[in-house]
């Protein structure tokens, strides 16, 4: 288990001490504390709890993997680089290797390689890690795909990144991100009724979110939009406007969502085209 699973990184230190004083040769305890340390930037404390695991005994997937978070702190690429790919190859346990390649492809990512490449590290650990981790990759690779498709347009891109959505929700992984990334690249490609069709299946797994109705009046406005301006209606959007609008008032609270300040603009816009 990473140790940031187990809270914020004051709760870990304090479990993972806890541990240490329980039993002093608790290589995996050390381990942990100086992979949390690190993320603190405390390097040099990081270091020496390292060296107690390794004195205790801590495997050596479970060094380079260490090594490697250490490095990757000291923002290190290289060398993290290097140790990560040596912890995916030797170690035998399956949330080390898992992790390992996660943290691959965000170096890709902080480095600027290429989609390829990061995608090639994808395509990798989906024939290496174990089942129930493939769904955190094909969400990696589906969201790179959406990267790439912002930047050039490519509609085998949406595609792709589309069909690996759509099996993640068929296989029953999908979140309300899952589905709402599919809708925002239907969307991009103006693919209205297989973007509402989306909708139709969110309305129906979480029921009234202001999110869902804001998504619907985003799909009225570019229906419309393809219609010359006298056949024009935005009686729909109208209703989806009204919806999103109060449920946002219900459930955003505080928060601001952009989006909805979009919508708003639309709003006013087919008002003073008189087309509502």
Known sequence: MDAYELGNAEQGRTYLTKAIELNPDNAEAYQQNAIVIAREKDLDEAERLLEKAIHAGLSDDGIAYTRAEIAFAKE????????????KDTTDDPYTKMRAYLKLVEIGKLTEASFDERLGILSEAEANVEAQYRPLMDEQMAQLYIDRFGESGDEEDANAAIAILQKLADDGFATFQTYENMVLVLQSEHKIDEECEVLDEMLDMYGDDYRIYMYYAYAEVLRQETLVNEK????????????????????AKDDSNPLMQRLEENYQQAKSGNWL
Do not use: G, H, I
Not at 76 to 87: G, I, P, Q, R, S
Not at 234 to 246: D, H, I, M, R, T
């Open 76 to 87: 290190d690429y290289d060398e993290a680089k290097t140790y990560f790919l040596e912890a």
């Open 232 to 251: 024009r209606s935005y009686k729909a959007f109208l209703k989806y406007y009204e919806k999103a609008s109060a449920l946002y008032e219900e459930q």
